[in-house]
C-alpha cells in the first residue's frame, strides 16, 4: 500500500500565483523527500526534510513537515510555466525499512501562462 | 556522468515471453532499486538492493526477479510476461539508503507493453 498520499490529486494555476500541495503519511520516518516528474522522464529529487526539522527552504520551494500529523507540504512560490510537472512525497518508513522509499500518488501541476 | 542508464526504452511483449530491463549507472552507488508506475498508483516499489551480491523483496516483487553481481548494473527480469505487467518502469540509484538522507537519481524509464 501507498505510504504518501498527495492531495490535491491535480492543481491549476496561472503563472505567478503560489501552488500548495499536501502530502500524508501513514507510519514513522527518519526522512520525507519531495520529487518532480515531467511528462515522460524519470523523477527529479528536490528537497529533503528531516523528521526533527519543521520547514526547510530552497530557491522557490518552501516544504513544511508535522510529524504529529504525519504531514507535509511543498509550496512553490512565483510558479512558472516550466513547474509543470507531477508532484511526489516519499518517505523512507522510519527504523527497520530504511532501505526504502515509498512513494505517493503524487500531484499534477499545470501552470499557465 | 552518464548517471542511471536505462535500456530499451520502449519494448513491446507478448503474453509468456521473457525479457530483461537493464539498468547501470556510474556513480559507484550502492544501493539501487526498480520502481514501476502505473496510472493513479503512483510509484511501486519492485525489488532494491543496498550493495552488490545483495537484494530484496520490495511491495511487488511477483513475476520479477533481480540479481546485482556488480555495484554498476541491476538488471530487472521478467520471467513470463503478463499484461498486468505493461507499466512504466523506473531504476533508481542512491549513495546510501532512504534512511540515510541520500536522495534518489532516476533514469528515463522504460516504457513496456505487453499483449
Known amino acids: 500500500s501507498q505510504q504518501g498520499e498527495e492531495d490535491p490529486q491535480a492543481l491549476s494555476i496561472q503563472e505567478g500565483e503560489n501552488a500548495t500541495m499536501n502530502c500524508s503519511y501513514k507510519t514513522s520516518i527518519n526522512n520525507l523527500q519531495w520529487y518532480r516528474q515531467n511528462s515522460g522522464r524519470g523523477l527529479v529529487h528536490l528537497i529533503l526534510?528531516?523528521?526533527?526539522?519543521r520547514e526547510k527552504h530552497s530557491g522557490r520551494l518552501r516544504v513544511t513537515l508535522d510529524t504529529s500529523k504525519k504531514s507535509s507540504s511543498l509550496l512553490i512560490t512565483a510558479s512558472r510555466a516550466a513547474d509543470t510537472a507531477s508532484y511526489f512525497c516519499?518517505?523512507?518508513?522510519?527504523?527497520?525499512?530504511?532501505?526504502?522509499?515509498?512513494f505517493g500518488t503524487g500531484t499534477r501541476l499545470q501552470v499557465t501562462l | 556522468n552518464a548517471g542511471v542508464t536505462q535500456t530499451p526504452k520502449f519494448q513491446v511483449l507478448k503474453t509468456g515471453q521473457s525479457m530483461t530491463l537493464q539498468c547501470a549507472q556510474d556513480m559507484n552507488h550502492e544501493y539501487m532499486s526498480w520502481y514501476r508506475q502505473d496510472p493513479g498508483m503512483g510509484l511501486r516499489l519492485i525489488h532494491y538492493s543496498v550493495g552488490a551480491g545483495i537484494t530484496d523483496q520490495g511491495e511487488v516483487p511477483n513475476g520479477y526477479n533481480v540479481s546485482r553481481s556488480t555495484t554498476e548494473d541491476f538488471p530487472l527480469r521478467l520471467l513470463s510476461a503478463a499484461p498486468s505487467q505493461t507499466s512504466v518502469y523506473f531504476c533508481a540509484s542512491s549513495y546510501r539508503p532512504a534512511s540515510q538522507r541520500s536522495p534518489l537519481h532516476f533514469g528515463n524509464g522504460t516504457r513496456l507493453t505487453v499483449t
Open positions: 516519499a518517505t523512507d518508513g522510519g527504523t527497520g525499512t530504511a532501505s526504502k522509499l515509498t
Open positions: 526534510i528531516r523528521s526533527n526539522e
